[in-house]
């Protein structure tokens, strides 16, 4: 379905961005929930790096899909040991980030194997203030037994307050090419594209 990826541009100045001009979709997520990891399967390459240490990837990084839109990795937050919690910087580069009139939607990422985090609730307030449509996207679905998988998606979503006729996004680095290939749909679709 992604037939060209791009890494057009990685900055970590917001007064540096490229022109807003095609839809953007970001991503954002604690550290170590799994981005790096979701970025590599959906984009098909390993392009994003996978960390051992948490709170490494700092940069902006915008990936041109297709030449029909962005998928824009953002800074992973929570990890205050590096000074990136949500108070000090990250809040300041999210705001001029999420300024943006390209961007619509939000996909933030959940760890479905733990219970729900204070932060990223906070993170879905900040979402929502800014007026913007946030899609939970749960990462490591492999890590919780099938048999428990839907209620505990479940009892996540119900922490947050997102409207019931938003899908909930599912994800594992063990899914198949036909997952991925229906991910991969699923954003083109979100951004109203056939
Ligand atoms: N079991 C499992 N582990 C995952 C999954 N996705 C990521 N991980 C692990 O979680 C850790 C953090 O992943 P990474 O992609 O670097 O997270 P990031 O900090 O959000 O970019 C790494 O050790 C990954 O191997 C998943 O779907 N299942
Ligand atoms: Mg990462």
Request: charged share 30%.
């Amino acid at each position: 379905m992604f037939k060209k990826v791009e890494l057009v541009s990685k900055t970590l100045q917001t007064n540096c961005l490229i022109q807003e001009s095609l839809n953007e979709i970001p991503l954002v997520g604690r550290s170590n929930v799994g981005k790096s990891t979701f970025l590599n399967k959906i984009l098909k390459r390993k392009i994003a790096r996978v960390s051992k240490t948490p709170g490494r990837t700092r940069s902006i990084d915008f990936y041109l899909i297709d030449e029909k839109f962005y998928i824009v990795d953002l800074p992973g937050f929570g990890y205050a040991k590096v000074g990136w919690d949500l108070k000090e910087k990250w809040q300041k580069v999210m705001a001029n980030y999420f300024k943006r009139k390209s961007i619509t939607h939000v996909i933030h990422l959940i760890d479905s194997s733990i219970p729900v985090q204070k932060i990223d609730l906070e993170v879905s307030q900040w979402i929502s203030n800014l007026g913007l449509i946030e899609i939970l996207l749960f990462t490591k679905t492999d890590k919780v037994k099938k048999t428990k998988l839907k209620h505990q998606l479940k009892l996540l979503s119900e922490k947050f307050t997102i409207p019931v006729e938003f899908e909930k996004i599912e994800f594992s680095k063990n899914y198949s090419e036909n997952q991925i290939f229906a991910l991969q749909e699923k954003f083109y679709s979100v951004l109203g594209f056939e």
